[in-house]
């Protein structure tokens, strides 16, 4: 196995051999330098937006897409339209760019030749991995791990299929463990096939929080809570419970008696929650809510999975979101580290920031035979080597540090506008949110900071949520700021 040292050198004498053959249509025509300011030309989206966008539903879904972005002039934190606007991004593609636009590091390292040849075909991981697979999760995936999960499964980019696989692993676990044995009985064998007891366990359930938003494949649906808009006419797992996520600390005991409950008297393999409950209007709950259901969890032999699809990579100023919970603790001394580890959750999935998706998990997951956690991808190493980048970019640029104190400038300064219309300003780094009064002045709202060159975006109904990369500063902070106030000026 190569050492990081010798796969940086590899990296860079790659590099400086490709660029020589590189054309002039790649790095040269990126943009080096960030705008000093937005520039707005046009109202967002601009005219040739709508048109991209008239073409593009004629043949497919264009509805969401609130602009169309130019890739070659969009830089750092700045993104480019088709109408030559350069907005201020703190949205970043649904909170999944960790280093801006063209960050010089990926450029580079993606004219390596490592990067090359998978760019040219995308091998099927589970069945003949190239060499550098075994390096790039061992030394570079795994070096973000959360405490106490040792293993990792990648998954084939999108959140919900990291998701679907974390709950295939916790039915599997769970069922193995019931049965008290490793292989399947003949009859399990055969009752699958009929989508039947006790093959296929269909009493048994997995629990979710209302508000809460794991995706939106077939599993991952069902433990869905956050917009009906995305349920209706699908077919659900109809027995998964939903319990209420707590409104405020003091309803957070309520709240845990009704998981206990709901634990106690059903067939759970796994209880999935979010750090911070973000689709769903960026929910917190304390440390010690989160460590009271690792605790049910525990004593009632059920898989904790926390998603980290949204809040993981660095933008609550943790690696992890679930690094807080063990706030509180840490003064504690000698045994923190036991503490810690008690309270770390079975698995922990991510996607977005990654740029790669897949689930850490404690090795006791690992299904015991193989296939069952399988797909012909398995993965996909470019977008493994892309995160490497990213993680070795975050470490060396103490970019979680730097988070935290964007965050708290940003933060006081939201709270320092004072501004009557602004309620509840909360969140953890540069993961911030705020409400508006009503859904329809959000959503005036979002679309005026658009038009002024600040892109922000909404969870909830009626929140502002700001999810800048993990590049963003305090003159960045500074803009959205001013932006913001003239915009709610204009609300009012
Ligand atoms: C917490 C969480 N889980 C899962 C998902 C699903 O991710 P994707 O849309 O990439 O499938 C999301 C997406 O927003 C998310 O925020």
Redesign the pocket.
């Known amino acids: 196995m190569q050492c990081a040292g010798a796969f940086r050198t590899r990296i860079l004498t790659t590099y400086r051999i490709v660029t020589r053959r590189v054309d002039s249509c790649s790095v040269s025509t990126l943009p080096r330098e960030e705008p000093a300011r937005p520039l707005v030309q046009t109202l967002v989206p601009g005219p040739r937006s709508l048109e991209l966008a008239r073409e593009l539903q004629e043949v497919s879904e264009a509805r969401p897409i609130q602009f169309f972005h130019d890739p070659q002039q969009s830089f750092g934190n700045y993104v480019a339209d088709v109408d030559g606007n350069k907005l201020l991004d703190a949205f970043c593609f649904?909170a999944s760019l960790p280093l801006g636009y063209n960050h010089p590091n990926l450029i580079e390292a993606a004219q390596s030749s490592l990067w090359l040849p998978h760019l040219v075909q995308r091998p099927a991981l589970g069945y003949s991995a190239p060499p550098e697979w075994v390096h790039t999760l061992r030394t570079k995936i795994m070096s973000v791990a959360p405490q106490g999960l040792a293993s990792v499964q990648m998954t084939c980019g999108?959140?919900?299929s990291a998701?679907e696989n974390a709950l295939k692993a916790a039915f599997i676990w769970k069922r193995t463990l019931e049965r008290d044995c490793v292989d399947p009985s003949p009859t399990e064998l055969e009752s699958c096939m009929r989508n039947q007891e006790p093959g296929s366990p269909n009493s048994m359930v997995v629990v979710s929080f209302e508000h809460a938003?794991?995706?939106?494949l077939f599993g991952?649906l069902s433990t869905t809570r956050s917009k009906p808009i995305h349920k209706v006419d699908i077919p659900a797992f109809r027995n998964w419970p939903v319990l209420p996520f707590p409104e405020s600390e003091q309803d957070e005991t309520r709240c845990l008696e009704l998981v206990e409950k709901t634990l106690k008297g059903n067939r759970v393999a796994a209880l999935i929650i979010?750090p911070i409950l973000?689709?769903g209007g960026d929910l917190h709950a304390s440390p010690a809510f989160f460590r009271g259901l690792r605790a049910l969890t525990r004593r009632y032999q059920v898989a904790m999975i926390c998603?980290e699809?949204?809040t993981g990579v660095g933008a609550t100023g943790r690696f992890w979101a679930h690094e807080y919970w063990s706030e509180g603790l840490e003064k504690s001394g000698p045994g923190t580290s036991t503490a810690a580890a008690e309270i770390a959750p079975d698995m922990v999935?991510f996607?977005?920031k990654m740029q790669a998706s897949g689930f850490f998990f404690k090795p006791e997951f690992l299904p015991p035979q193989a296939y069952r956690i399988f797909s012909t991808w398995s993965g996909d190493p470019l977008r493994a080597l892309q995160a490497s980048v990213i993680i070795d970019t975050i470490a060396a640029d103490r970019l979680v540090e730097r988070v935290r104190i964007v965050g708290d400038y940003l933060s006081q300064a939201l709270h320092g506008l004072n501004h009557p219309l602004i309620e509840r300003i909360r969140g953890r780094g540069t993961f911030l949110a705020f409400d508006l009064p009503s859904p329809a002045r959000r959503n005036r709202f979002l679309q005026d900071m658009r038009n002024r060159g600040v892109v922000v975006g909404g969870s909830g109904t009626k929140t502002v949520r700001l999810r800048p990369a993990l590049i963003f500063d305090t003159h960045h902070a500074d803009i959205l700021l001013e932006t913001l106030a003239s915009a709610m000026a204009s609300q009012q």
């Open positions: 649904i999108c959140g919900a998701v938003f794991h995706g939106r991952s979010e973000s689709e998603d699809v949204q999935t996607a977005k």
